[in-house]
């Protein structure tokens, strides 16, 4: 596609649920990031893929989030057992390489609420 | 700890005017820097780079400075516009690393 794209753009989900995020990065594009950003917040680094493995998990908050990218094309992100601090947009963004010179290609987010 | 800090959270300024977006780091290793412009319920956009390389860096009305001494990026918007009112945050990476940590932001107001 044109740009990267997430769905759904909305998701309010009960606490405990488990909840699964998409997204569709820029076709090509072998290196795909997921960020979040909280109320107030900057954008807080999750999870980095190059290609379908994901060398960086580091940013993950804890064992209930994870994520996987097939065919190094789209990426799921699904947290577990959801919890209110958990609510927050998440930004899936795309680049050709690591994206250092050009920075990222973003998509427009999913707000999840967790109620 | 927050390595990018924008210590200014909303600026107003004058149709016309100059917009000074200040951003600040703390990791003496970042050496690639980035701005995005963020529109309510969309994603942030890729604005300008620079590079520790340089001290300057312009594209049209958008002009980056970079002052690695006091570890000091701001972002000049000559003359601003309405449509620049958006949130813009800084991002930095540094070499041998792929991701990019971001500041929480700045939102600009510009008004008509």
């Known amino acids: 596609g044109a740009g990267v794209s997430q769905s759904p753009s909305n998701k309010v989900t009960e606490k405990g649920k488990d909840v699964e995020l998409r997204c569709d990065p820029i076709?090509?594009?072998?290196?795909l990031y997921w960020y979040r950003q909280s109320l107030g917040q900057g954008l807080e680094f999750l999870i980095y893929?190059?290609?379908?493995?994901?060398?960086?998990k580091s940013g993950l908050p804890s064992d209930r989030f994870s994520a996987e990218r097939t065919g190094g094309s789209v990426s799921t992100l699904t947290i577990q057992r959801t919890q209110q601090e958990d609510s927050a947009v998440y930004l899936c963004?795309?680049?050709?390489?690591?994206?250092?010179?050009?920075?990222?290609?973003f998509g427009s987010g999913t707000r999840l609420t967790v109620v | 700890d927050q390595q990018v800090k924008q210590n200014s959270p909303s600026l107003s300024v004058q149709e016309g005017r100059i917009s000074i977006l200040n951003c600040d780091y703390t990791?003496?290793?970042?050496?690639?820097f980035l701005w995005y412009k963020k529109y309510p319920a969309e994603g942030p956009t890729f604005l300008i780079s620079?590079?520790?390389?340089?001290d300057k860096n312009e594209d049209g009305r958008f002009t980056v400075f970079l002052n690695k001494s006091a570890k000091h990026l701001s972002l000049h918007i000559v003359p601003s516009q309405p449509g620049d009112s958006a949130v813009y945050f800084c991002?930095?990476?540094?070499?041998?690393?792929?991701?990019?940590?971001f500041g929480t932001g700045t939102r600009l107001k510009v008004l008509a």
């Open positions: 620079i590079s520790s390389i340089k």
């Open positions: 076709s090509g594009h072998t290196a």
């Open positions: 990791n003496s290793m970042f050496d690639y």
């Open positions: 991002a930095a990476s540094a070499k041998g690393t792929y991701k990019y940590i």
């Open positions: 893929f190059q290609g379908n493995s994901a060398p960086d």
């Open positions: 963004a795309s680049s050709l390489t690591q994206g250092r010179a050009y920075g990222y290609t």
